[in-house]
Structures are given as structure tokens and as C-alpha cells.
């Protein structure tokens, strides 16, 4: 009976689907699929992706859709990035074509993420061996900006771009430069630091929102208080980062949740499985680090940064080795069909020139 009413509630879901998927619903494909609505939360079906998997759905009996299905321990983000390179080999009838739309996937988002991960792991290390050895601040990831603006760019940093930096922010209305970079002068009396960059905009928020309670503020005042506060301690740019980071952490948890038992995600996707876990602990880290600088908060974005790095260059080892032939093979398969669509092309004008040649000649 428990098997019945399973295996119906599925059944009755992908019949809704399809429905859905008439009725345009860019989430039709992937509650055909077996997805629950809950589990779509934090992703959206590529356009290019949609057309092929909703018309799928839709006419089962023109298309194939059993590929849409969602495939034993498989995520929402893990379809969402296998579905383009589907629909290009089901649309094209190469399935090497869609093998490499879908490593091209792979490929620029390790591009995209890995080198920001080693970036902040290089840099938080840096730091942390200044602060322990000649006691220099600690700064927030993500506000090297703010520093060139305001004429305190890193050593590292080249010093022609330093001067161009340091004039163009001297020549921003101060308004304007606080409200991009933070307030240093709320990180002074509210945060015990002289800039905003190495300011916890928590403790910020916290000092505000306390003296506003003792000056008879409601919670709810105070609370609003201290939260404007923070924003404007941290600025526009670093509380961009802080928020779109949360959300990544939150989206790669779900992810992770998905995967089902550790074990058994391990023991199926290996160095895989330990790139999704450790991408979640170093987004989490990252976000603590970009609110509060501290040894604790940029130490544990630096050897998780490092772990997601190396796990994620190992999942994709094989893939990077590969791509390369695969890509003159669908090069060779495309020149193959340009070529015989050019023969078409020039037996019609044949054809045609010998039914005018009848007519005229």
C-alpha cells in the first residue's frame, strides 16, 4: 500500500507537469522529472534548455522526455547543469555535441569559482601571517576596492593603479564614497576600528541598536536602528558580497541535503560529493569573514577555500583531459554536416537551373 501511494503521488505529480508544461510553466520540466516543489527553490531551467524540455513534456508522443528524468542521487543544481547538454544532443542527434555543451558547462564554472576560491585562501594566509607577525589589521575578502579608493591600497597592489585609485576617490563626492565603500566614521565610534574594511559590522549593529534601547527606542526601532547601521559600515559593495554569498551557501546546502546519506554520496561521486560539501563550508566561511574579519572567520575561509579548490580541479580532472578531443570531434561532425548541406544546396540550384533551362531554353 506504502509503495502504491508513492509511486502514485510521483505519477500524478509528472501528469501535472504536464499540464503545466502546456501552459508554459518553466518549472514543468523539472516537476516532470520528479523534482517536489521545494526543491526547486534557488534555481531556474536555462532558457535555451526550457524550449526542448517543456516541449518534451508537453507532446510525449512527438519527443522522448524519459532523458528529463531525474537520475538516482541527482540534485536540482547537478539537472540543471546536465539538461542543456541533453537537449543539445537530443536536438542535434550527436551525443558527443552534448557531451561537450555540458563539459563547456562544467568548465566554466570551475573557471569562474575555483580561481576565486584560491584567490581568497592566497590572500587570507597572507594576512593572517601579517597580523600574527607584525600585528596589521585584518580586513574584510572583497574590499581591496574600498582600500584603493580611499588611498590605502595594499602593497600588492601596482602603484600606478594605487594613484589612479587614490584620485579618482578623492574626486568621488564623500557621500557617494561611503555609501560604496563604508562608513569608517560609524567603524570609529560604534566598531573600535579606524576603517570599515576591519570593521565586525555585527558588533556595529549591536552597539547601535543597545545605546538606542537606553535612549527609550523601542526593540523594533533599535533593531532598525542598528541593521541601517551595519549596511552603511559595511557599504554597498561588501554587503552585495556578504548577501550574495549567503545565498550561495544556502542554495549549496540544499544541494548537499539533496545528495541524501554522506556515505552513500561519497561512495557515488567521490571527490564530487567532498567539492559540494567543502564549496558549502567555504561560502559559509567566506560570508562570516566579509561580516566579521577576524584570525577564526578568514582561517577557516582559507583551508576551506583550499579544500573546495583542489576537490573541485580533481572531480573535473578527467573532463579537462577530454574536452579537448571531444571538441575536434563534434568540429569534424559540424564540417561533415556544412558540407553536406552545401551538396544539397548545390544539387537544388542544378536542379533548378535544368527545369529553367526546360522552360526557357
Known sequence: MVSWTDDTAVDLRRRAAVLRAENGDPKAAALYAG????????????PEAM????????????????WLKRKPGETYQDWLQRIPGDAVAKVSGNENLGEVVGDYISLTALASTVPGAFKVAAAGTMHLIKYFKNGTFLKAPGTTLAQILKGRA???VPARIARLGATIGARTPPAVLSALTGSDKLAQLHGGKLWAWETNVLKVGKNVGTAS??????????????AGAALRTAGWWRA????????STVVGAVDVWQEGDPATAFKREGAGYVAKVSGVAFNA??????IAPNPVTIGAAVVTGAVYGVASIVDNWETVKKFPGKVADAGA???????EGAGKLADGAKSLGKKLGGLFG
Do not use: H, Q
Not at 51 to 66: E, M, P, R
Not at 213 to 226: E, K, P, Y
Not at 285 to 290: D, I, R
Not at 333 to 339: F, I, R
Open 213 to 226: 534601547r537606553v535612549a527609550g527606542a523601542s526593540r523594533l526601532s533599535a533593531f532598525a536602528g542598528g
Open 240 to 247: 552585495a558580497g556578504i548577501g550574495g554569498s549567503a545565498v
Open 51 to 66: 524550449l526542448i524540455a517543456n516541449a518534451s513534456v508537453a507532446d510525449g508522443a512527438a519527443f522522448d522526455s524519459a
Open 285 to 290: 566561511s567566506l560570508t562570516a569573514a566579509m
Open 35 to 46: 523534482f517536489k516543489p521545494e526543491e526547486l527553490k534557488g534555481g531556474s531551467l536555462p
Open 154 to 156: 595594499p602593497s600588492y
Open 333 to 339: 561532425w559540424a564540417g561533415k554536416k556544412v558540407g
